[in-house]
């Protein structure tokens, strides 16, 4: 072996020992957790089940409160109702930063209202919450729009005469027309081919998003990203969609009466001209489309999944959803729509809800947060800017709230009186200053579209009751469930 080989092993060597001695190198005093490997953490801890399960596993040693390096950072995790209240409701603030998605971030880049931080967060978050209150509110509340486009849900279920059918596109109809009707001021055919192409763009993004190579691209993006792979594939869908935002945005400009604004981005663009001569704004451009890009996928992602989620489950339990058809029987007959008054007299419908949500964990691991200053928690030291992923499935699996945490029983949520009950460990929409904007819509959404759905139709699946298959298709930043094929049949 000559001179300079050896001496290029004995530089190779030498650095392999200094980055093992640096690592990790973080300021503070981290929960504990398997040791990291230079550059790859902790990736020999990593599941084929992917991050859920690989979390599951370390916290049976670590406890509540732990820390795994991706690739080369490290995340806290936070594991059970106590250890995600403690730290998002009772240290709201210091726990209220945004943490990144590796596969979204080239085309988020902190901007826009979900993943944007600091002030940038805090002006678009209030704008934003104002101005969804005000047209949810406004001539046409967002009752009357969902009670309207569930009309034409119902229609379109007549039509198929009980032939089976795959909901997906349907669903995501529904949903993207109500943050649509708000956002865009309009809704959409449901034979539109423009608004097609969009669902179909949301659908496959989230599916990509939830897949197994987007963990393993959250691991190791800093060298993945040279590479070909999903995430090439998520950036051309978001930027086909942001390309349609922009020319929306480019028709309000041109139609735009600022004494009737007619909806959100109308809000908006009265709103950046007010504020033009102020240098330091948030109001511009690139916060705008990538707002409008967050809500509306968002909006109609989420929503839709649950609904897809819901009726599948309905089929595999028909008597659940025949107590639920008895009590819309009872409480609102078959001549009128349902209304989000009835809801108060329908315990059962919402607790199944309720059950839907919870037994589907849509974002199973939480959308990452980071913390906004150096915070003490549970007596470890996490210096600002680390991330933290509230595991918001483990909430709602909790064995500590909810007697068969891995079973489908509406009873979670009803007390002995058969009144509703609610839960602390009920968090699908997250908790504290980053909850989901969108909540309210969606629980009215899920209500209405549920109710007049089971109000007009039974429901039969063309396979066996025991075949039906509710394990996830895509379990990862999403959980997606398999398709499936259903009958209305009118009542």
């Given at each position: 072996?000559?001179?300079?080989?050896?001496?290029?092993?004995?530089?190779?060597?030498?650095?392999?020992?200094?980055?093992?001695?640096?690592?990790?190198?973080?300021?503070?005093?981290?929960?504990?957790?398997?040791?990291?490997?230079?550059?790859?953490?902790?990736?020999?801890?990593?599941?084929?089940?992917?991050?859920l399960?690989?979390?599951?596993?370390?916290?049976?040693?670590y406890?509540?409160?732990?820390?795994?390096?991706?690739?080369?950072?490290?995340?806290?995790?936070?594991?059970?109702?106590?250890?995600?209240?403690?730290?998002?409701?009772?240290?709201?603030?210091?726990?209220?930063?945004?943490?990144?998605?590796?596969?979204?971030?080239?085309?988020?880049?902190?901007?826009?209202?979900?993943?944007?931080?600091?002030?940038?967060?805090?002006?678009?978050?209030?704008f934003?919450?104002v101005?969804?209150r005000?047209?949810?509110?406004?001539?046409?509340?967002?009752?009357?729009?969902?009670?309207?486009?569930?009309?034409?849900?119902?229609?379109?279920?007549?039509?198929?005469?009980?032939?089976?059918?795959?909901?997906?596109?349907?669903?995501?109809?529904?949903?993207?027309?109500?943050?649509?009707?708000?956002?865009?001021?309009?809704?959409?055919?449901?034979?539109?081919?423009?608004?097609?192409?969009?669902?179909?763009?949301?659908?496959?993004?989230?599916?990509?998003?939830?897949?197994?190579?987007?963990?393993?691209?959250?691991?190791?993006?800093?060298?993945?990203?040279?590479?070909?792979?999903?995430?090439?594939?998520?950036?051309?869908?978001?930027?086909?969609?942001?390309?349609?935002?922009?020319?929306?945005?480019?028709?309000?400009?041109?139609?735009?009466?600022?004494?009737?604004?007619?909806?959100?981005?109308?809000t908006?663009?009265?709103?950046?001209?007010?504020?033009?001569?102020?240098?330091?704004?948030?109001?511009?451009?690139?916060?705008?489309?990538?707002?409008?890009?967050?809500?509306?996928?968002?909006?109609?992602?989420?929503?839709?999944?649950?609904?897809?989620?819901?009726?599948?489950?309905?089929?595999?339990?028909?008597?659940?959803?025949?107590?639920?058809?008895?009590?819309?029987?009872?409480?609102?007959?078959?001549?009128r729509?349902?209304?989000?008054?009835?809801?108060?007299?329908m315990?059962?419908?919402?607790?199944?809800?309720?059950?839907?949500?919870?037994?589907?964990?849509?974002?199973?691991?939480?959308?990452?947060?980071?913390?906004?200053?150096?915070?003490?928690?549970?007596?470890?030291?996490l210096?600002?800017?680390?991330?933290?992923?509230?595991?918001?499935?483990?909430a709602?699996?909790?064995?500590?709230?909810?007697?068969?945490?891995?079973?489908?029983?509406?009873?979670?949520?009803?007390?002995?009186?058969?009144?509703?009950?609610?839960?602390?460990?009920?968090?699908?929409?997250?908790?504290?200053?980053?909850?989901c904007?969108?909540?309210?819509?969606?629980?009215?959404?899920?209500?209405?579209?549920?109710?007049?759905?089971?109000?007009?139709?039974?429901?039969?699946?063309?396979?066996?009751?025991?075949?039906?298959?509710?394990?996830?298709?895509?379990?990862?930043?999403?959980?997606?469930?398999?398709?499936?094929?259903?009958?209305?049949?009118?009542?």
């Amino acid at each position: 072996m000559g001179p300079s080989v050896l001496l290029l092993l004995a530089l190779l060597v030498g650095f392999v020992l200094l980055l093992v001695r640096g690592y990790p190198k973080a300021r503070g005093h981290l929960p504990p957790g398997p040791r990291p490997l230079p550059l790859l953490g902790n990736l020999l801890q990593m599941d084929r089940g992917g991050f859920l399960n690989s979390f599951r596993r370390i916290r049976e040693k670590y406890g509540d409160v732990f820390t795994v390096h991706l690739g080369p950072r490290p995340v806290v995790m936070l594991y059970g109702t106590e250890a995600i209240r403690e730290a998002l409701v009772d240290q709201a603030e210091a726990f209220s930063g945004r943490g990144t998605i590796a596969v979204v971030e080239p085309i988020f880049r902190g901007y826009g209202v979900v993943f944007a931080n600091g002030e940038r967060w805090k002006a678009l978050r209030r704008f934003s919450l104002v101005t969804m209150r005000d047209f949810g509110m406004g001539k046409r509340s967002v009752e009357e729009r969902i009670q309207e486009e569930a009309r034409c849900l119902v229609e379109e279920f007549r039509k198929s005469q009980g032939a089976p059918l795959d909901p997906t596109f349907l669903f995501q109809c529904i949903t993207a027309n109500i943050i649509c009707s708000i956002v865009f001021g309009e809704r959409f055919d449901y034979k539109d081919h423009q608004f097609l192409r969009l669902l179909y763009l949301f659908y496959q993004s989230f599916s990509l998003i939830s897949s197994f190579s987007s963990q393993v691209f959250e691991l190791f993006s800093g060298f993945l990203k040279y590479f070909p792979g999903t995430h090439r594939q998520i950036s051309r869908n978001l930027q086909e969609i942001l390309d349609y935002i922009g020319q929306s945005v480019e028709k309000h400009r041109a139609t735009l009466d600022p004494s009737h604004p007619k909806d959100f981005i109308d809000t908006y663009l009265l709103r950046m001209e007010k504020e033009k001569s102020n240098q330091h704004t948030e109001f511009d451009h690139q916060n705008l489309v990538i707002s409008v890009l967050s809500l509306f996928f968002a909006g109609t992602e989420t929503s839709s999944t649950t609904l897809r989620y819901g009726f599948l489950l309905m089929l595999k339990y028909p008597h659940v959803a025949e107590k639920v058809q008895k009590e819309i029987d009872q409480v609102i007959g078959s001549h009128r729509l349902p209304t989000l008054e009835d809801r108060t007299k329908m315990p059962y419908t919402e607790a199944v809800i309720y059950e839907i949500q919870r037994f589907s964990d849509l974002i199973p691991i939480g959308v990452p947060h980071k913390v906004t200053k150096d915070t003490l928690f549970r007596g470890y030291l996490l210096p600002k800017n680390t991330e933290v992923y509230p595991i918001l499935s483990s909430a709602l699996h909790d064995p500590q709230y909810f007697e068969q945490p891995d079973t489908f029983n509406p009873d979670h949520f009803l007390d002995a009186n058969g009144a509703l009950k609610k839960s602390e460990a009920f968090m699908p929409f997250s908790l504290g200053k980053r909850i989901c904007l969108g909540e309210g819509i969606a629980r009215n959404e899920l209500f209405l579209f549920f109710t007049a759905i089971l109000q007009n139709f039974s429901l039969s699946s063309p396979m066996a009751v025991k075949d039906i298959d509710l394990s996830p298709k895509e379990s990862g930043f999403g959980k997606v469930p398999q398709t499936y094929q259903i009958c209305f049949l009118a009542r």
